[in-house]
């Protein structure tokens, strides 16, 4: 039901209280650290819905749901964002489910490439091990936006730019993964 709610109302929900625009963000957090493929996958869902309306919402110069916050200030999609990233690289995200996080991750980043460009340098330089820091750095950065991105231009949402993102990611997913577990 969440997930229906914010792929279909995505719009209203960028309309509701900051009281009930945390509970529902509450949820959707739940859903997406949640061991169940299938609860994570709607939760997945229903982020992509939200995502694609606050990259419109910023196109427009509309602030959509980046108005909310998280208690320390952060805007929403930021948190979402940083969320996402380190659910797909620090922790147990399926592999099966790394396509349906692009959906969700690559309008994220068109809204927030500030963001993302710092959070991708904080976690290369969180490892504690220089070489595989470098590396993780390396691989991090192919997810930065350069103007054309894989034949894609920038903030493109078009489905040759979801599916060349999609690509890349997988690799990065499976390359960081790789390199946050050696030894």
């Known amino acids: 039901l969440l997930s229906y709610v914010l792929e279909v109302y995505a719009e209203q929900v960028a309309e509701l209280q900051p009281a009930h625009f945390a509970t529902l963000m509450a949820s959707l957090e739940f859903g997406l650290n949640h061991a169940d493929t299938v609860v994570a996958q709607a939760s997945l869902e229903g982020l992509a819905g939200i995502a694609r309306h606050q990259h419109k919402a910023a196109a427009i110069g509309v602030p959509g749901f980046a108005k909310f916050g998280t208690p320390a200030g952060v805007p929403a999609p930021a948190h979402l964002l940083e969320s996402l990233m380190r659910r ?26 500030g963001t993302f460009g710092a959070l991708c340098t904080q976690l290369a330089l969180s490892h504690p091990d220089a070489v595989i820091s470098s590396k993780m750095g390396a691989a991090l950065a192919r997810l930065l936006p350069p103007p054309d991105m894989h034949g894609v231009r920038s903030g493109d949402l078009s489905r040759q730019a979801k599916t060349a993102f999609r690509n890349v990611l997988s690799g990065v997913v499976s390359d960081v993964r790789g390199l946050v577990r050696t030894r």
């Open 88 to 113: 797909l690289l620090l922790e147990d995200l399926s592999l099966d489910l790394v396509d349906l996080a692009a959906d969700a991750l690559l309008p994220l980043i068109g809204c927030e490439p």
